[in-house]
């Protein structure tokens, strides 16, 4: 346990250095629950008081951190922008912008022109598993698309199949089609917007149905692209200059 908190927490520091705070956050506080729970199992007295010392290190930091992210982002001047590295791997929805879905999160909006291939549709399948494990008040998705020329009755299927699907759980999906859409982004009703370049549709294809990486998608290889998180007071501070 004590090379899995090392490991966690050079990663947590690492991600503060970058400034990207949201993501140290989680880390620092997965670190320290491991911190504590070495702390209580140690026999060793030396590494007890060793491991308690740093345990109030980094959460100070931690406090720092959560302090930090609500200032800017009443602000209106917290962001967060990050590339994926072409052929790079762990970039899996839940890694790249999970840790802005909890219960606060009512309602998931999605604007992306290509939710329209069986596989693009998939995407959004993933999405709303994982809002659905993470925001235990979803009520409603909602999605902006637009139409496959060639596939337009397959296409309204597989959306009709999540609705229905989203349906047993008591959660609303509506989805319409736009001729003109041309922005990216996933917005969440707790105010964080998620701006992905090729949307939710960066992953490479697998190569096999039994390859590493046909189901797990943090296992599977990205395509280049860059990802650009805000809170939405950002945009209501510009409005108003």
Not at 30 to 42: A, F, N, P, V, W
Not at 98 to 118: C, K, N, Q
Not at 178 to 187: A, E, G, K, N, P
Request: aromatic share 8%; proline share 1%.
């Amino acid at each position: 346990m004590e090379s899995a908190a090392v490991s966690i927490l050079l990663r947590a520091v690492e991600m503060d250095t970058k400034e990207r705070y949201t993501m140290a956050l989680v880390l620092y506080q997965e670190g320290l629950q491991i911190l504590m729970d070495l702390i209580k199992e140690t026999k060793d007295a030396a590494k007890k008081k060793h491991f308690k010392c740093k345990a109030a290190e980094y959460m100070d930091r931690a406090e720092t951190i959560k302090d930090l992210i609500k200032e800017q982002k009443s602000a209106g001047k917290y962001r967060e922008q990050t590339k994926i590295e072409a052929g790079s791997t762990g970039h899996g929805y839940a890694t790249v912008f999970g840790r802005f879905l909890d219960a606060s999160v009512t309602h998931i909006h999605v604007e992306d022109p290509y939710i329209r291939t069986f596989h693009q549709c998939q995407n959004l399948l993933r999405l709303c598993e994982l809002g659905i494990q993470k925001c235990h008040s979803l009520a409603h998705v909602t999605l902006v698309t637009t139409q496959d020329p060639d596939r337009r009755k397959e296409q309204t299927a597989w959306l009709q199949e999540l609705k229905l699907s989203l349906g047993l759980r008591q959660i609303s999906f509506e989805f319409t089609f736009s001729s003109t859409l041309h922005d990216r982004q996933v917005r969440l009703n707790n105010g964080w917007v998620i701006k992905i370049g090729r949307g939710l549709d960066y992953f490479k294809a697998s190569a096999g149905k039994m390859t590493l990486g046909a189901c797990d998608m943090e296992l599977r290889p990205c395509l280049e692209t860059s990802v650009d998180i805000f809170h939405a007071s950002q945009i209501v501070n510009k409005n108003d200059t």
